[in-house]
């Protein structure tokens, strides 16, 4: 050992966690980097005795990570089309049995897991090949209460709003029809009146009305039929007088 105080032959002092000011320089170029423009954000200058060094960002997104979601979404499309596909065939069975409107359609076809695009898509291939049409089934329903079930105005119109027919289709559908209530309430009412000979007047004048106001007839309108029907068919069976 010299005595002299030389320090030739002592190893270097080596600090354990590295220069002080080059550790606060790093800090401070990471902040920079995460505060400066945004075209520069996440990369580190590099400062003197360091390299420069990308910092990771959250919208870095791996080339692994971007196939996954491509395929995850091609799936979602495939699931997509079998469901649309399925809710196809469900409304063609239903359609081959009974006729539907557009609101009864969409109600089948919701049953599937599908947006409401992917509903709408449906009905509109639907629609334009003729398939659904709210009017020409106001028509039939129109029909079918006329003519086989001698229903008035009243509970047609009632069949029809409950059938799914827009408003407007429906006033337009009974608009059409010709205005013979009287008509086809005293037509009905004569094909009742024939089980009503046995029972006297009073009873068979109050069944014959209420069977008239089911089918949808205004009460005056319905005691008037009911009152021809019953003249027209003669004096009761049971006490022989003739109604009036």
């Given at each position: 050992?010299?005595?002299?105080?030389?320090?030739d032959g002592?190893?270097p002092?080596i600090?354990?966690?590295?220069d002080?000011t080059?550790?606060?320089?790093?800090a401070?170029?990471?902040?920079?980097?995460?505060?400066?423009?945004e075209e520069?954000?996440?990369?580190?200058?590099?400062?003197?005795?360091?390299?420069?060094?990308?910092?990771?960002?959250?919208?870095?997104i791996d080339g692994?990570?971007?196939?996954?979601?491509?395929?995850?979404?091609?799936a979602?499309d495939a699931?997509?089309a079998i469901?649309?596909?399925?809710?196809e065939?469900?409304?063609l069975?239903?359609?081959?049995t009974?006729?539907?409107s557009?609101?009864e359609a969409?109600?089948?076809?919701?049953?599937r897991?599908?947006d409401?695009?992917?509903?709408?898509?449906v009905?509109d291939g639907?629609?334009r090949?003729?398939?659904?049409d709210?009017?020409?089934l106001?028509e039939q329903l129109?029909?079918?209460?006329?003519?086989?079930k001698?229903q008035?105005?009243?509970v047609?119109?009632?069949t029809?709003a409950k059938r799914?027919?827009?408003?407007?289709?429906?006033?337009?559908?009974?608009?059409?029809l010709?205005?013979?209530?009287?008509?086809?309430?005293l037509?009905?009412?004569?094909?009742?009146?024939?089980s009503?000979?046995?029972?006297?007047?009073?009873t068979?004048?109050?069944r014959l009305t209420?069977?008239?106001?089911r089918?949808?007839y205004?009460?005056?309108l319905?005691?008037?039929a009911a009152?021809q029907a019953?003249?027209?068919q003669?004096g009761?069976?049971r006490s022989?007088?003739?109604f009036?």
């Amino acid at each position: 050992m010299n005595g002299g105080g030389s320090d030739d032959g002592l190893a270097p002092v080596i600090p354990l966690f590295g220069d002080r000011t080059a550790t606060a320089a790093a800090a401070a170029a990471r902040r920079a980097a995460n505060t400066g423009p945004e075209e520069n954000r996440g990369v580190v200058p590099a400062f003197p005795g360091s390299e420069a060094s990308p910092v990771w960002h959250s919208s870095w997104i791996d080339g692994d990570d971007e196939a996954g979601a491509a395929e995850e979404e091609d799936a979602y499309d495939a699931c997509g089309a079998i469901e649309r596909d399925i809710a196809e065939k469900n409304l063609l069975k239903k359609l081959r049995t009974r006729s539907l409107s557009v609101r009864e359609a969409r109600a089948v076809v919701a049953e599937r897991d599908l947006d409401d695009e992917a509903i709408e898509a449906v009905l509109d291939g639907f629609l334009r090949r003729g398939y659904l049409d709210d009017a020409a089934l106001a028509e039939q329903l129109i029909h079918a209460g006329v003519d086989r079930k001698g229903q008035g105005r009243q509970v047609i119109a009632q069949t029809l709003a409950k059938r799914g027919i827009p408003r407007d289709v429906a006033d337009a559908a009974l608009a059409a029809l010709p205005d013979d209530d009287l008509d086809r309430a005293l037509e009905f009412a004569r094909t009742k009146a024939r089980s009503l000979r046995d029972v006297d007047r009073d009873t068979a004048l109050r069944r014959l009305t209420g069977q008239l106001a089911r089918r949808g007839y205004p009460g005056s309108l319905a005691m008037t039929a009911a009152r021809q029907a019953l003249d027209e068919q003669g004096g009761s069976g049971r006490s022989g007088v003739r109604f009036r």
